[in-house]
């Protein structure tokens, strides 16, 4: 008799909020995949049987979920490389592991930050209406942008992801600052041509562009706040693909209501979606995606074999390659 597959509970599988059914049938090819609504059928019968809990970052891993998951479950696999919604030690306390996927986000989010930052600085998505609407007749003034080549931009958080950002930004012969927690090595420094800046407050003071690239910590919670936004040159654009919550947005509101700063791009808002009635939604002058850095179906594909394989390891009792130990780097 074929021997019975590893039960793993899965976030979403499919339908309308759900994973693409495609990437569901690689783990369907390791797993006997249940998904919530099945869990809640009999959560007494399957809660115990299921070792792997596949997760999305919108959908909290609640405590009563994980106890019920209980004895059996093994690891938490996270798929996309943010662990902020998931509480490590609480995990880490009912014997299970905790593991991401770093590393195969890094080129579809740098790709996003570098689609963000041209659109806002050259108002792509104003023109785009423009073109579109049968009144127009001429170029307005308003579509007049900045200039991306040979200005400087300032990465902050220089982990895969903001090194990532400044090989693209090579190619528009940006000067590039950043700042971390620790300095790269020399060679890594070169090899994107970019100045360590020890101090956060002169890379904001001479930025054109202000990347941010830092993971959520309690360290990074509110980096950029009212003072940080008022050193910004009032020509600057802040571009934050990180976590929302790395942004004071009422500070933002009044920083971009006000003109100290020229604009704003956001991947990332906090809360995610912001309701209808929130400013920022208002203001002319921000461009915000839905928290799209990763969604390209290569990157997609990816994370789902990264999963499957940090999963399979954990079951087998083998060491598990991106486990979450410590938030040790706020970079991502
Ligand atoms: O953390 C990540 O990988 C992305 O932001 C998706 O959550």
Redesign the pocket.
């Given at each position: 008799m074929a021997e019975e597959k590893t039960w793993a509970l899965v976030s979403e599988v499919g339908g309308e909020h759900g994973y693409l059914e495609e990437l569901a049938d690689i783990l369907k090819q390791h797993f006997r995949i249940i998904c919530y609504r099945e869990l809640l059928e009999d959560p007494v019968l399957h809660g115990p049987k299921i070792q792997v809990l596949f997760m999305w970052?919108y959908c909290p891993a609640a405590e009563p979920l994980l106890l019920g998951l209980l004895p059996s479950l093994k690891v938490v696999v996270s798929g996309?490389?943010?662990i902020d919604h998931l509480d490590v030690p609480f995990i880490n306390s009912l014997g299970a592991k905790v593991a991401n996927t770093p590393g195969v986000?890094s080129d579809s989010?740098a790709d996003l930050t570098m689609g963000l930052l041209l659109a806002s600085a050259r108002k792509i998505l104003d023109g785009h209406q423009i073109a579109i609407d049968p009144k127009t007749m001429h170029i307005p003034q308003s579509l007049m942008g900045v200039e991306v080549t040979g200005s400087t931009l300032g990465i902050i958080g220089m982990g895969e992801i903001g090194y990532k950002i400044a090989q693209r930004s090579n190619g528009f012969e940006m000067k590039i600052l950043y700042h971390n927690r620790t300095r790269r090595n020399v060679e890594d420094e070169q090899a994107v041509r970019a100045s360590y800046c020890e101090s956060l407050d002169d890379l904001l003071r001479q930025s054109d562009f202000v990347v941010i690239a830092v993971k959520l910590t309690s360290d990074t919670t509110g980096l950029v706040g009212h003072r940080e936004l008022s050193l910004m040159k009032p020509t600057a654009t802040l571009v934050n693909i990180s976590r929302g919550q790395v942004v004071d947005q009422d500070a933002l509101v009044k920083a971009l209501q006000s003109g100290s700063i020229r604009a704003a791009a956001l991947d990332?808002t906090h809360p995610e979606p912001l309701p209808r009635d929130h400013p920022l939604l208002g203001l002319p002058n921000v461009l915000i995606t839905p928290?799209i850095?990763?969604s390209t179906y290569n990157t997609a594909r990816r994370i789902v074999e990264k999963m499957v394989e940090n999963a399979l390891a954990a079951v087998k009792g083998l060491p598990v390659p991106n486990e979450v130990k410590l938030q040790l780097h706020n970079q991502?």
């Open positions: 970052k996309g490389v943010g986000v989010t990332v928290h850095g990763i991502c």
